[in-house]
């Protein structure tokens, strides 16, 4: 049975926030998120079929706080340690007092990861899921492993790719 009005939201940026995005779109999962002005990421510009939404002023920041204020709550997938915009989304989760689950990569497979953000949902009657990771040139890895993720997540939750 799918979780009806289940959303995945992200920032976009390249890594583990496109990868959440290309699991949703391939499942026909609603999806979106808000992204910096000018649909900034470190390539340059988000293509623009990725269904999201431009803050008309502010950055990376301002970005993570809208994005985690949407949600009920947010995956964080890591790779061995927090650092920069991952590290900030924890933080400002922590300060928001908003719900979280961090997944370290390098230590839990995809499988086992997937269950975890299940339990997660599932606890926490989630219903719009905000999924946060390192962007591709730190962790090169990261899309790949949060697409698996993501992918085994929507199935759990019943859903089917298209």
């Given amino acids: ?69 949407d949600a009920d709550g947010t995956l964080i997938l890591y790779f061995e340690e927090l650092e920069g915009g991952t590290e900030q989304t924890l933080y400002r989760c922590i300060k928001l007092h908003r719900p979280y689950v961090l997944v370290d990569g390098a230590e839990i497979s995809a499988e086992r990861a997937s269950d975890l953000a299940l339990r997660f949902i599932r606890s926490r009657n989630i219903s719009s899921l905000n999924v946060a990771g390192p962007r591709g040139s730190k962790r090169p890895e990261g899309h790949a492993y949060a697409l698996d993720v993501i992918s085994r997540l929507l199935m759990k939750l019943g859903f089917q790719r298209q």
């Avoid at 939404?53 to 950055?59: A, I, M, R, S, Y």
Wanted: with cysteine.
């Fill in 1 to 69: 049975m799918t979780h009806p009005g289940f959303k995945i939201i992200s920032g976009a940026q390249t890594g583990v926030d496109r990868a959440a995005l290309d699991a949703a779109l391939a499942f026909g999962v609603p999806c979106g998120g808000w992204v910096p002005a000018g649909r900034r990421d470190e390539d340059g510009v988000i293509p623009p079929d990725y269904p999201v939404q431009e803050l008309k002023e502010g950055g990376y920041r301002q970005r993570t706080i809208q994005n985690l204020s």
